[in-house]
């Protein structure tokens, strides 16, 4: 526990009961000393009868260190659950010897007729008290009635996010948007308040120009601008699309990619390492390490979650994110700015992550070019899956990637494949990428193929403007 900083110290009042609820402690950081404090005494040699005996009392004090970090435990010790059944006479009967199996044991154990038993699914995810705010009892005139009931009149888990006033398209909505939404552009203009966000906006407008049609991880590889401030300038120059072949992108006012057959080149592809025997590596042996790992994953209530600074109107106001502070290590010009593998694949270097999100015109090789090109001047009709391009154009792009990621990997951890036969004509290769001649492919090896269109990535983006 002391090792992660984000975990909270437990402690089990009864150790070996596996229904005991622990409290939990949270980290704090000190700046005290551990003392050793020695008290001895004396007793003085009795001089006469009737005086009583002083005894002589010593402290000695040494200082064996200094304490760093403290552990308090400041939440309710409650939520305490003993596997106990009451009879009808008020008496509690202990079920641990009933419920409990400490080993292995017979069918008869399994069928004996006991009290109903069943432990709380989950406790509250609170250890410290809340303060309840009830609204007063609403007095309504006579004659109303209550509205019927309906999705939006029913709580929800969380809070309503907050909105960011973006214009999300269906690829089968008949009109596209050409200007942006008026709260959007009140809040942009309330926030534009310095000369560098008058920057970041004409440098965004020339990108779309060049351009009509980006990423966010694009735009945050072109442009040096706060996170926060970019969820309000995106919905103020472009619409979303959520879904067809430019799903996930920004797309300026006033441009329909589905009118446009030279829009291809900025259709989105989904594409993820591919992992198993077949590949050369394993799940364990992945070249890329995983943005999110299910081994750190603890429950609500052994986490200490650290709370995000909440930006305010005003904090964008003064520039957040484009003045920088005097101990900056990187310049404003390029503090925020992301590397450009974030949304560029090119030959002989791997992704940053598993899963990536590339737009056509960003794949720099040339052997991808020509599959995206196939059918240049002959396009006819733009489908939800492959948009202007020809049908299964993204699974030969995905297959001519992986190709060139095994190759990547050869390169560098040959002893990965030490055991593999290396086929001798690149076509044979990418068949065999592919899985066109792998009929007898075993079920129990991992194959993770990109779907047609995962929302992983994509609905995170999304639940930041909804």
């Not at 003085?44 to 009583?52: A, G, H, I, P």
């Not at 269906?170 to 809040?187: G, R, S, W």
């Not at 590949?279 to 209530?301: C, E, F, H, Q, W």
């Not at 484009?322 to 974030?342: C, H, Q, V, W």
Request: net charge neutral; charged share 30%.
């Amino acid at each position: 526990i002391y090792a992660d900083p984000a975990k909270r110290l437990e402690l089990y009042f009864r150790p070996k009961d596996p229904y005991c609820h622990p409290v939990c402690a949270n980290r704090f950081p000190t700046s005290t000393m551990l003392l050793r404090v020695r008290r001895r005494t004396r007793k003085k040699q009795q001089l006469d009868t009737e005086e009583q005996i002083q005894p002589e009392v010593q402290f000695e004090m040494e200082i064996l260190g200094i304490v760093t970090t403290v552990y308090k435990f400041q939440g309710m010790s409650d939520f305490q659950y003993l596997a106990v059944h009451s009879g009808p006479d008020g008496k509690q009967t202990s079920m641990y010897d009933k419920v409990l199996m400490l080993k292995p044991e017979k069918e008869e154990f399994f069928n004996r007729d006991l009290p109903l038993y069943i432990p709380p699914p989950i406790f509250s995810r609170l250890d410290t008290p809340v303060d309840y705010f009830y609204r007063p009892d609403i007095h309504h005139r006579s004659g109303y009635n209550n509205p019927q009931v309906s999705g939006e009149n029913l709580i929800g888990l969380s809070r309503a996010r907050r909105p960011h006033n973006a214009i999300f398209v269906n690829l089968d909505d008949e009109e596209i948007p050409t200007k942006p939404l008026d709260a959007a552009v009140q809040i942009w203009k309330k926030v534009c308040t310095n000369p560098v966000d008058k920057k970041v906006e004409e440098e965004l407008r020339k990108l779309f120009e060049v351009r009509p049609v980006w990423s966010r991880n694009a735009v945050k590889a072109n442009i040096s601008v706060h996170p926060d401030k970019l969820k309000v300038l995106l919905p103020y120059l472009a619409y979303y699309m959520l879904t067809g072949p430019w799903r996930s992108l920004w797309v300026r006012f006033g441009y329909d990619p589905r009118k446009h057959p030279e829009a291809k080149i900025y259709q989105v592809l989904d594409f993820r390492i591919r992992c198993g025997m077949k590949y050369g590596y394993a799940a364990t042996d992945m070249p890329v390490k995983a943005k999110r790992s299910t081994y750190n994953y603890s429950l609500p209530i052994t986490v200490k979650k650290q709370g995000s600074h909440t930006v305010s109107v005003h904090d964008l106001k003064q520039g957040l994110g484009t003045a920088g502070t005097s101990g900056a290590k990187k310049p404003p010009s390029s503090r925020y700015k992301l590397k450009e593998s974030i949304y560029i694949f090119r030959e002989g270097a791997l992704p940053p992550y598993r899963q990536m999100f590339y737009q056509l015109c960003d794949l720099n090789v040339e052997s991808l070019q020509k599959i995206i090109h196939r059918n240049d001047g002959t396009e006819s009709e733009c489908t939800e899956r492959d948009g202007w391009c020809l049908a299964k154009t993204s699974d030969d792009l995905r297959d001519s990637m992986s190709l060139m990621i095994k190759q990547i990997i050869r390169s560098t951890r040959p002893a990965l494949f030490s055991s593999t036969t290396s086929s001798e004509d690149g076509k044979e290769q990418l068949a065999y990428e592919s899985g066109e001649d792998e009929d007898d492919e075993e079920e129990e090896e991992e194959d993770f193929k990109p779907s047609d269109g995962s929302e992983n990535e994509m609905e995170t983006e999304i639940l930041d403007y909804v």
